[in-house]
Each structure stands twice: as C-alpha cells, then as structure tokens.
C-alpha cells in the first residue's frame, strides 16, 4: 500500500517568509510525527499526534514553529517567519498504535526547506 | 538526549557480515532497543526491534547481551545497498510520547 507522504519535496523561500509542509500519514495510522533534520546531523523530534489525545509539542524549537492534524489524517507544520537556521529537512513519521504497545514508525521522503 | 554510544563509522566487504555495535548501559526495563537506518537523502527506515531476547527478521538479527546493557545488529550479507547510517534507539513503549531520540548513529560504508 501507500506510504507516508509528504509535499512539497523541495521548497525555497525567503528569510521572513511563512510555510506550510504538508504530511499525509499510512491510512489507518494513530500516530504521527514531525522531526527536522539539519545538514549532516541525526533528527531532533518537533512534535507528536496521537489520536485525539493532546499533542506532544515539546520538541518545537519556538513559538514560530506549529503544527495541526485533522483526526488521523493529513498533519501540516506551519513555520512563520523563516529564519535560515529553518533550512533542514523536515521528516513526517506515522505509526500504528495500540493499547500498551506500539509499533515501527513509516517514515516519508521528507521536504528539504531552504531558506535564502 | 540520545541514551546510545555507536562508534561514528565502520566498513565492511561486501558479502561478509556487519556487526554494528550499540552500547545503552543506562536502558531501564520497560525500554526497547530499536535500530533504524538512513539511506542517503531518504527517510529513516525500521530493521528491527528486541526487549531482551535475540531478534531475527529478513533484513537483519539483534544480539542483546545478558544485562541488556549492549547490543550488536548483525546484517549476514552485507550488499552495497546496505550502504547507510544505522542508528541504535532505546524507547519506552508505555505511556507518554514516543517519539524516537535519535544519536548521530553510525555510517556504514560496505565496499565492493
């Protein structure tokens, strides 16, 4: 079946500028997650859906950074007023989930945000 | 912050096994042992995951020590599209979020 995936593969903006990513996670998926991915580095974790349960948003780096998900669908991440320190690829992940366990995450091809 | 130490890079032949080693002394008994690798501009992908007993599945095995403070994921036949980074996670998987803290892993070069 499909996997996880994520729009636009690429994007370019200017410092200043808001952008919206876009994910849409395996169907049937409870969990989804949002990591960013500098240069040469390991992903940091941004943020976490679970179902209809609060979401983990410990991992945004400010208040620019946010994001939605509309029931166990599609998630965007919003990043308003693009700094360069924002050019990273930004990784989507989904995964099942079930009571006290929970299983591999998926992740997408990730969109690679650079700001000029 | 991550709670693993791998070694940052490693080389293998192609055919022969790779043995990536992983060290998380500080794992507590709810947590898992997961590895995930990154081939080059793509998505991190799942191998495979163990509690304490060994772990085998058509990609890879998981060696977890006795005291669960170290483990080694074993590729039998590396090919050169085994070519990656391979990052050793431990996670708990009750209650909470569980996002997945990644290290910086280690890059494996498998050479012709």
């Known amino acids: 079946g499909a996997g996880v995936s994520q729009s636009p593969s690429n994007k370019v903006t200017e410092k200043g500028k808001d952008v919206e990513l876009r994910c849409d996670p395996i169907?049937?998926?409870?969990?989804l997650y949002w990591y960013r991915q500098r240069l040469g580095q390991g992903l940091e974790f941004l943020i976490y859906?679970?179902?209809?349960?609060?979401?983990?948003k410990s991992g945004l780096p400010s208040d620019r950074f946010s994001a939605e998900r509309t029931g166990e669908s599609v998630s965007t991440l919003t990043i308003q007023r693009t700094q360069q320190e924002d050019s990273a690829v930004y990784l989507c992940?989904?995964?099942?989930?079930?009571?006290?366990?929970?299983?591999?995450?998926?992740f997408g091809p990730g969109t690679r945000l650079t700001v000029t | 912050d991550a709670k693993t130490t791998q070694p940052p890079s490693m080389d293998c032949a192609e055919g022969r096994a790779a043995n990536l080693p992983c060290n998380h002394s500080?794992?507590?008994?709810?947590?898992?042992v997961y590895w995930y690798r990154q081939i080059h501009s793509q998505g991190p992908q799942y191998i495979i995951h163990?509690?304490?007993n060994n772990e085998t599945n058509e990609m890879a095995s998981l060696i977890i020590t006795e005291d669960r403070k170290s483990s080694t994921l074993i590729l039998p036949h590396a090919t050169l599209r085994d070519t990656a980074v391979y990052y050793c996670?431990?996670?708990?998987?009750?209650?909470?979020?569980?996002?997945?803290?990644f290290g910086k892993g280690t890059k494996l070069t498998v050479n012709p």
């Open positions: 163990g509690l304490k």
């Open positions: 500080t794992i507590s008994g709810n947590e898992y």
């Open positions: 996670i431990v996670r708990t998987t009750q209650g909470g979020s569980e996002k997945l803290v």
């Open positions: 169907s049937g998926h409870t969990a």
């Open positions: 992940a989904s995964s099942l989930r079930s009571g006290a366990n929970s299983y591999e995450q998926y």
């Open positions: 859906f679970q179902g209809n349960s609060a979401p983990d």
